[in-house]
């Protein structure tokens, strides 16, 4: 009852991940909804929030909703909203925190060489296929290489995971101090609105019909003499 009439193809699932059907900024509003109405309290809320945010920064790809439920936890947030809050990590934005997280982490390092976005991606692509190229190898007479996957942590994953964790500690706190009064205003305007409508179904079941609002009073002609 609750599929879809037409099932999508494995090609539409593997493009709305890298754009949704409704754009960025659709899938956007749709996260800040659903944060916004999510049952908890503000600061929970909040602590979920700057879990998910902080993780998104580092270069766990694959793992971010377990790392991000992980933190959520420990520090006593809404894991719901950790799992929404990784949406800040996305293709548009991964580029920007990948350079940004990788040259803070290779300048506390003292890495030495040339840093561009097209190195990075270069070495991801490297050790992406030595990964593949090993897990081949354990089934196969081929050998088991692991050169590029040294240079990759040395180069890349250990300045990234380091800047990272920098970069997003201080995204996380600003995204929880962010969230927590725009969560709180939404309770109490909720609040109000429910209770107005309490308030008029209870009017409604006794029978007491309450006097239209009185008009201003205007004010009286001024006599010309």
């Known amino acids: ?17 890298i754009y949704p059907r409704g754009g960025w900024w659709r899938a956007g509003i749709y996260v800040l909804h659903r944060l916004r109405r999510l049952p908890d309290q503000p600061h929970r809320i909040g602590r979920g929030m700057a ?4 993780v998104s920064f580092t270069p766990l790809f694959g793992l971010h909703f377990l790392a991000a439920a992980g933190v959520a936890w420990v520090l006593g ?8 809050a990784t949406f800040v990590g996305n293709p548009i ?21 040339n840093l561009s976005p097209r190195m990075i991606l270069n070495e ?9 190229h090993n897990l081949r190898a354990m089934f196969g007479p081929q050998e088991v290489h692991w050169d590029r996957l040294a240079s990759f942590f040395h180069d890349i994953f250990l300045p990234y995971l380091t800047g990272g964790l920098i970069l997003g500690t201080l995204a996380g706190i600003a995204a929880h101090y962010l969230t927590v009064p725009v969560i709180r205003a939404y309770h ?10 309490i ?5 409604a079941s006794s029978g007491v019909a309450r006097p239209p609002p009185r008009p201003a009073a205007r004010p009286a002609p001024r006599r010309e003499d």
């Open 1 to 17: 009852m609750f599929k879809r009439r037409k099932p999508r193809s494995y090609s539409q699932m593997a493009t709305e991940m």
């Open 188 to 197: 109490r305007r909720r609040a109000r609105l429910l209770s107005k409508r």
């Open 51 to 54: 879990a998910g945010v902080s």
């Open 77 to 84: 947030g809404n894991i719901l909203a950790a799992l929404l």
């Open 199 to 203: 308030e008029r179904m209870r009017d």
């Open 124 to 132: 991801f692509a490297d050790a992406s296929t030595q990964i593949w």
């Open 93 to 113: 934005t991964f580029p920007f925190i990948a350079y940004a997280s990788t040259w803070l982490g290779r300048l506390i390092l003292g890495a030495e060489g």
